[in-house]
Nanobody
């Protein structure tokens, strides 16, 4: 497992942008699939985006496709989530997650295979 620490959350007006970062410990970060999930009050945790170990493929929830971009810098052991055109419904605690497991298909989109999680960072979008 790796240790994950998120940063970059905050309060932003609708239509604005934020970039979340997730710093990972460990020398094997480049072999991990990493992703972002979010949880709004009273709702279940939901998938946002994921990226394969070497960044060759990305996956997005339909609700954020075209507005959010996931990326990673393996030299810095860091993954990012650039969020543009933010909406009030994007308000949630955002968590980064990682797994060394091989994933395929729908498993990228589910929380169960991810075994390392950050503490979460709050994103609030005002209308």
């Amino acid at each position: 497992q790796v240790q994950l620490v998120e940063s970059g959350g905050g309060l932003v007006q609708a239509g604005g942008s934020l970039r979340l970062s997730c710093a990972a410990s460990g020398r094997t970060f480049s072999t991990y699939v990493v992703g972002w999930f979010r949880q709004a009050p009273g709702k279940e945790r939901e998938f946002v985006a994921a990226i394969t170990a070497h960044g060759g493929s990305t996956y997005y929830a339909n609700s954020v496709k075209g507005r959010f971009t996931i990326s990673r810098d393996n030299a810095k052991n860091t993954e990012y989530l650039q969020m543009n055109s933010l909406k009030p419904e994007d308000t949630a605690v955002y968590y980064c997650a990682a797994t060394s497991k091989y994933l395929s298909g729908l498993y990228y989109y589910t929380a169960a295979p991810y075994d390392s999680w950050g503490q979460g960072t709050q994103v609030t979008v005002s209308s």
